[in-house]
């Protein structure tokens, strides 16, 4: 029976190469680099492909094992980074971050990538200001995320201006959290926003400053997520109005929100696929990041606390 399976276990050099290219490209960068371009010569030359480069996926996993040398890694992990760009030649169209990038990094991948289409960070140390600057570098960009980042509105503003095909925009509670690792001060720029979406309702947590930029510039939108803002009824209108083309809102732990009435009978008129602030968070993608961003807060409090 065993001798049987071995015969009809399927060779991977056998199939298509252009299957190879769609399975490999999928991978994480350093899988390329340190495991699948070492296998064989075939794959070897798939990885040296410039095309091969077109959507590139960075995640820095030390964060997840709360390493004391984060920061060392995350500047090799910016290098495998500029690297792997670099392989693309200029025909990168998808770039995600996660756990790392600068100011720096983004500047550099923005320069040598002019075709870019999705951009995704989540936990970068990317300041508002270096966000503001490439704006104008990404003109062809219609998928955006901005996950546990520390943008601005002049920010966003300056995204919905220079980028007037973006279609996709996901923001996902943004922090205030000047929390420090292996030397490292993230996220120094303060805002007014909470951490984790708390239910508390506050008039000095209300903040409509994200909606109406997004209202007053990003008129294409199809899929907008706004996790853990603290958007009002009036952004949320402002959104409906600037936004004729949405389809898509998730408005899940924007616990400011009051979605009832005209409003909400305005949402599901206007929405297919709407999610509401208390809505279950199941399916939320980031739970593992959730989870070092608390932790990281838990730490710098018990810092501040101790001086």
């Given at each position: ?29 350093t ?5 699948a ?148 001060k ?44 603290k ?5 949320l ?53 959730d ?17």
């Amino acid at each position: 029976m065993n001798r049987d399976k071995k015969k009809t276990r399927p060779n991977w050099l056998d199939l298509p190469e252009s299957l190879t290219v769609s399975i490999l490209s999928r991978l994480e960068v350093t899988e390329i680099l340190k495991t699948a371009q070492r296998v064989c010569r075939t794959w070897h030359r798939i990885c040296k492909d410039p095309m091969m480069w077109r959507a590139i996926n960075v995640c820095d996993i030390w964060v997840y094992n709360n390493s004391t040398s984060w920061h060392k890694n995350a500047k090799k992990m910016e290098k495998i980074c500029r690297y792997a760009v670099n392989r693309g030649r200029g025909n990168v169209v998808d770039i995600s971050l996660e756990n790392l990038g600068s100011d720096g990094l983004l500047w550099d991948i923005t320069s040598r990538s002019k075709k870019i289409r999705r951009l995704r960070l989540v936990l970068p140390n990317i300041t508002h200001n270096g966000l503001s600057l490439v704006a104008s570098k990404l003109p062809l960009l219609e998928e955006l995320e901005l996950s546990y980042s520390a943008y601005t509105t002049e920010a966003l503003e300056a995204i919905g201006r220079h980028c007037p095909l973006l279609k996709s925009l996901k923001l996902n509670k943004r922090h205030d959290i000047p929390y420090v690792r292996d030397g490292c001060k993230l996220a120094q720029r303060h805002h007014h926003y909470q951490v984790f979406g708390s239910k508390k309702r506050s008039k000095g947590l209300h903040d409509d400053g994200d909606a109406l930029a997004i209202a007053g510039t990003m008129h294409c939108l199809q899929k907008l997520q706004i996790f853990g803002n603290k958007v009002t009824n009036m952004g949320l209108q402002a959104i409906l109005d600037g936004c004729p083309r949405l389809e898509s809102l998730d408005l899940r732990h924007c616990y400011n929100l009051k979605v009832e009435g005209y409003l909400e009978l305005r949402c599901l008129q206007r929405i297919k696929q709407l999610r509401l602030p208390d809505d279950s968070t199941d399916d939320y993608e980031l739970v593992s990041t959730d989870e070092i961003v608390y932790e990281l807060y838990r730490t710098s409090s018990r810092n501040r606390t101790s001086i």
